[in-house]
């Protein structure tokens, strides 16, 4: 078993690129300060927008639950200081697109006052898988790798899928980045932990930690956790610097030589990879009850004068943070959430950050020149030799351009990872990455409208069948009651009167016979009366 | 001279019988042109091409009785869609029929409303809900945008407001006419 990982394979192309993240390594992570508002936006995550539960006014304290998960893949988001909501409205959030969305504001009081909090659980192992993946959804915690797919989602691989493995991603190639770095220096024990408890969950056999070789000290540092815990079905294994083998299918493509289907999820090859920032969070979740409301992040590039990294809660304002490593510097030129290479630039430092945030970078003009004209693609195939999911950037780039979209999806599209190495290298400059998300959005668009579309049809139909339905129904009592109804029922009302005469009569013998009579009339005009609604209810 | 006249009638003999079996056997049901047509149709049901819906203006297309270009919610995209099925050339969309708008859904404002039923008579996909002398409400997911049920409404309480674009709907944009890069947002620090 210990062997498996000494071989370690390939995944196509990829780019050693400088990695600049001794910047931000050389000072100790401080807790950053409690900021006089947090902004924590409702929709954090991948999947449906979390639902709001407070109002202006309300006071919260520090992990009180302020937006309840929606449907099952969204996300639960808490409170991370305690103070009062001054407001729950829409804000402009941090998102390529640039749209505002529904945020909670808390103007904090400073004393963290922590909610009411649980007897912390002992073992976890007398939890039961399902138990473990409830506290994790209500715990609100989302892959802290950058993705920000819901925790809880992972550990539930659905039947049919043994997990053999369970790799823990601290492999953070992105240039700049280092908050998995100092996390695995300072928090071994909580990733660690974190990851046995993940294990726990799915039933993995095996464990890998997985951390590029430019990481020496957090490598050393894993390492002796292992040891101290003695797991031989642990490993700690360094891989080489590559960009990008943080993504997961290429981190497992190096650790297995296996390859994640086409458009399939890894959990298909009985494997299932969760960041180190998750395990930690899954740590402190499950053994202090603790929701996910801070986070490391790198607050780096030339534009800020001391660069590091910081444990910040969730929602603090980027102009906070910046402030707290020495503010900017004159080279500041641009604003980078996330590292350069998938990053998205940011309009202005009044927004917060979220739980996907991994890197603030204030880059200066050397280190993100201005984009150069795009010239024509002269089919060189540099792009082609990078890819590091081996597809065809020239002909998605081709296709995406003239807008055919079903040719894109032929060219698999949709396992492009958007790590930008063959824009980086395209001798013409084409903002390639650019032209992908262009087509997959317009896709989803698409698809949307389609589904849309169905449904409109499906209830227009609907509609008509019930239209014709009724009009049988209402021309049906019509002719019942025009026609033959009135007639029947008079008959009827007639041939019951005249059978219960007779049987009175043949009870009650003849001396009675006139005062039958006499009462005969009114009882037949009752029955009359009474019949129509029998016959049209039969 | 007679053995190839019989071998070769023999030869087409057994070709045929093997060909018209296979026709039977192997028939691939295709599906029928209105369908097709349908499927391309935006579906909001607003009769705006002068048919009671889209399926009889499929059926309309489909018999030759109809212009492709009558379907205003269809925009260019759905003419050309209809273009390429039908082997046909593109035509500009008649403007006699409306012009093409953004998706747009009908909002009720409901302290108007004096709840008379008629839009949820009017309403083509049973997306208003309401009754008698009760408030009525749309239900936005399933509003088409038809815009039939402004004008049954006697109080004038329904309006038609534009779909908001949210960060889960949200395309992006194409590189040419706008880029959106990292590079290109220069930095805005907040007032202090």
């Not at chain 1, 920032?277 to 004068?305: H, K, M, Q």
């Not at chain 1, 202005?348 to 003009?365: F, G, Q």
């Amino acid at each position: 078993m210990a062997a498996r990982f000494d071989k370690l394979f390939h995944f196509h192309g990829g780019l050693r690129l400088p990695g600049h993240k001794d910047q931000s390594t050389a000072m100790a992570v401080v807790p950053a300060r409690v900021p006089p508002r947090l902004i924590l936006p409702l929709h954090q995550h991948i999947g449906q927008p979390a639902e709001a539960l407070v109002q202006p006014g309300d006071r919260v304290l520090k992990g009180q639950l302020i937006g309840r998960a929606e449907g099952y893949v969204s996300a639960a988001v808490h409170a991370s200081s305690s103070g009062r909501v001054v407001e729950v409205a829409e804000r402009p959030v941090p998102h390529p697109s640039g749209l505002t969305a529904l945020c909670v504001v808390i103007e904090t009081d400073g004393l963290e006052q922590w909610r009411q909090r649980d007897e912390p659980v002992a073992d976890y192992r007398t939890l039961d898988p399902s138990e473990l993946r409830n506290r994790i959804r209500d715990a609100g915690i989302v892959g802290l790798g950058g993705a920000g797919f819901p925790t809880f989602v992972k550990m539930n691989p659905g039947a049919g899928h043994a997990i053999e493995l369970l790799v823990i991603n601290g492999a953070e190639c992105e240039p700049y980045i280092s908050c998995d770095d100092m996390l695995m220096r300072e928090r071994p024990a909580d990733i660690v932990a974190g990851m046995a408890i993940l294990r726990h969950a799915i039933g993995a056999r095996e464990c890998v930690i997985a951390v590029e070789d430019n990481k020496p000290e957090a490598t050393a540092a894993l390492r002796r956790e292992v040891q101290a815990a003695g797991d031989a079905t642990v490993q700690v294994v360094t891989v080489p610097t590559r960009y990008p083998t943080g993504g997961e299918k290429q981190l497992i493509k190096v650790l297995t030589g296996r390859e994640v289907p086409s458009q399939g999820l890894p959990a298909d090859i009985g494997v299932v990879c969760h960041n180190v920032g998750t395990a930690a969070a899954v740590y402190r979740n499950v053994l202090d009850n603790e929701p996910l409301v801070s986070r490391f992040i790198t607050v780096t590039g030339a534009g800020v004068a001391q660069p590091r990294n910081l444990e910040v809660l969730v929602g603090t304002p980027i102009a906070d943070l910046v402030e707290q490593c020495g503010g900017y510097t004159d080279a500041a030129d641009r604003l980078v959430m996330g590292g350069p290479m998938m990053g998205f630039a940011l309009p202005d430092d009044a927004l917060p950050v979220v739980k996907t945030t991994n890197c603030i970078l204030v880059a200066s003009r050397d280190e993100l020149p201005p984009p150069q004209a795009a010239m024509p693609c002269i089919r060189c195939g540099e792009c082609v030799q990078v890819c590091p999911a081996d597809l065809l950037p020239q002909q998605l780039y081709w296709y995406a351009h003239s807008k055919d979209f079903d040719k894109t999806q032929d060219y698999h599209l949709f396992d492009c990872i958007e790590c930008g190495c063959c824009a980086q290298v395209c001798p013409s400059h084409i903002p390639l990455v650019q032209y992908y998300r262009f087509a997959k959005t317009e896709i989803w668009a698409q698809e949307r409208e389609r589904r849309h579309a169905d449904q409109a049809r499906r209830r227009h139909e609907f509609r008509l069948a019930r239209l014709e339905r009724e009009k049988q129904e209402r021309e049906q009592r019509l002719r019942e009651r025009r026609k033959g109804a009135p007639q029947d029922t008079k008959k009827a009302a007639i041939q019951a009167a005249l059978e219960r005469a007779k049987a009175k009569k043949a009870a009650v013998g003849n001396e009675s016979v006139a005062q039958a009579d006499a009462g005969e009339p009114s009882t037949s005009a009752a029955d009359a009366a009474d019949k129509p609604d029998s016959k049209e209810n039969a | 001279m007679l053995t190839p006249v019989l071998a070769l009638g023999l030869l087409a003999a057994v070709f045929g019988l093997l060909l018209g079996y296979s026709a039977i056997r192997f028939r691939v049901e295709g599906e029928p042109i209105v369908e097709q047509i349908n499927a391309i149709l935006p579906q909001t049901q607003c009769g705006q091409c002068g048919y009671a819906g889209c399926r009889p203006y499929a059926e309309a297309i489909a018999a030759g009785e109809a212009e492709i270009n009558q379907c205003p919610p269809g925009g260019e995209a759905g003419i050309q869609a209809l273009a390429d099925l039908l082997g046909r050339d593109p035509v500009p969309l008649n403007e006699s029929h409306g012009e093409h708008k953004g998706k747009r859904v009908a909002r009720i404002d409901e302290s108007t409303c004096i709840g008379c039923t008629l839009c949820l008579q009017a309403c083509p996909v049973d997306a208003i809900l309401g009754a008698a002398k009760h408030m009525h409400t749309v239900i936005e997911d399933e509003c088409t945008g038809c815009e039939l049920c402004l004008e049954p409404c006697p109080v004038d309480c329904i309006d038609m407001v534009p779909v908001r674009e949210d960060i889960s709907t949200w395309k992006w944009p194409f590189p040419e006419d706008r880029w959106v890069d990292i590079a290109e947002a220069p930095l805005r620090q907040a007032a202090r």
